[in-house]
């Protein structure tokens, strides 16, 4: 299904000047070590599993193997060098938009990676950005995680940071009015949302739900951009107050079933999860979250309906709870390049 045509990039965005990137590795600092030991001096080694069902199993038995691997044997070394280079690396497979390897694989998929992440910011200028100034929100910095992108308006974008964006200034807006409010992510990937609530100083508690392995990645990735406390937990009754961003890993998120969540938000990963652990998040979030919000973003089009790897689970058959949350909107999301497969729901509870 296709959404939005490519955009000629020359003609209709003359600022573009070209992609960004290194086209080398860089090497992991003394520092770097110490965010991976702090890590991973958390878990046991039978904690990094790759078997959770749906499209995560795929990816971590034939993307982040090494990953899985280098975490049970607390390979401090060689998480510190993928970390550093994170973003080139097979561990960001499936959390980010792209694949390195394949955008400089060839000239004609520069192309079509430019005018994707070309249509990702147009959608931002449209609906997001006010003042000049906003473009600050989508620049980012290439000392962390040897990031690629493009250059825009003489900022450094990359693929998601507008969709991220985007959507941090629309919790902004819904929350507006609540003080401190908690707001719980399923799936928070490197930490993109996170990362622009963050820019935009808002006044919040988050909490961060995800596969351990992916919660290195984040916790890396926040530690080197902000140097903020991150609190890894198994029991949020006893960090909720004393901490202001939580991360848990998957599997102990039963602790979060009485505490108050104002906003639970989730981008794409709920269409990837089997029904099983699907299933199983909806459950907490019906009976026993119960967020005052739901704002999702997941595909609704059978992409691959033959795929022997997962059959995603489309966004109109998720198990809310009809009988107590409304839904306020929904919509076709613009973003992922504007390819038409994901939809955008808002739920509020009665």
């Known amino acids: 299904m296709l959404y939005f045509p490519s955009i000629n990039y020359h003609d209709l965005h003359p600022a573009v000047s070209k992609i960004f990137h290194k086209s080398y590795f860089l090497k992991a600092t003394a520092g770097d070590k110490k965010i991976v030991k702090k890590f991973i001096s958390f878990f046991k080694e039978k904690e990094f599993s790759n078997i959770h069902g749906g499209e995560w199993s795929w990816i971590n038995k ?35 938009s792209s694949t390195y390897k394949k955008v400089f694989k060839n000239k004609k998929n520069r192309k079509y990676f430019i ?19 906003d473009y600050n929100f989508i620049h980012t910095s ?5 990031p690629y992108g493009i250059i825009y308006k003489k900022k450094k974008i990359l693929y998601d940071t507008p969709r991220h964006d985007y959507y941090a200034d629309k919790i902004i807006s819904i929350l507006k009015n609540k003080r401190n409010p908690t707001i719980l992510e399923i799936g928070g990937g490197y930490g993109g949302l996170l990362i622009q609530l963050l820019k935009r100083k808002f006044n919040f508690t988050y909490i961060n739900i995800d596969l351990p392995e992916t919660l290195l990645i984040s916790y890396y990735y926040l530690k080197k951009t902000f140097g903020v406390k991150i609190c890894l937990t198994k029991d949020l009754k006893l960090n909720i107050f004393k901490n202001k961003i ?28 089997s029904k099983k652990v699907l299933y199983k998040y909806f459950n907490l979030i019906n009976n026993k979250i119960k967020p005052e919000y739901i704002l999702h973003q997941n595909s609704n089009v059978n992409l691959f309906p033959k795929s022997k790897r997962h059959k995603e689970i489309q966004s109109s058959d998720f198990p809310i709870d009809i009988k107590n949350y409304t839904k306020i909107s ?17 739920f509020k509870k009665n």
Do not use: C, H
């Not at 005018?115 to 100034?133: A, Q, T």
């Not at 290439?142 to 040897?146: R, S």
């Open 246 to 273: 939580i991360y848990i890993p998957y599997e102990d998120e039963l602790f979060i079933k009485k505490i108050n969540i104002d906003l639970l938000f989730n981008a794409n990963s709920f269409s990837e999860m």
């Open 62 to 96: 034939n993307k982040r193997i090494n990953l899985i691997k280098s975490l049970k044997n607390f390979d401090v070394d060689f998480l510190a060098t993928q970390l550093v280079n994170l973003f080139k690396s097979k561990i960001s497979y499936g959390i980010i």
């Open 115 to 133: 005018s994707d992440v070309l249509k990702n910011i147009s959608v931002w200028e449209e609906f997001v950005k006010l003042k000049n100034k």
């Open 142 to 146: 290439e000392k962390i995680g040897n």
């Open 330 to 346: 929904s919509t076709i999301s613009m973003f992922q390049g504007g390819s038409g497969r994901y939809r955008e729901f808002l």
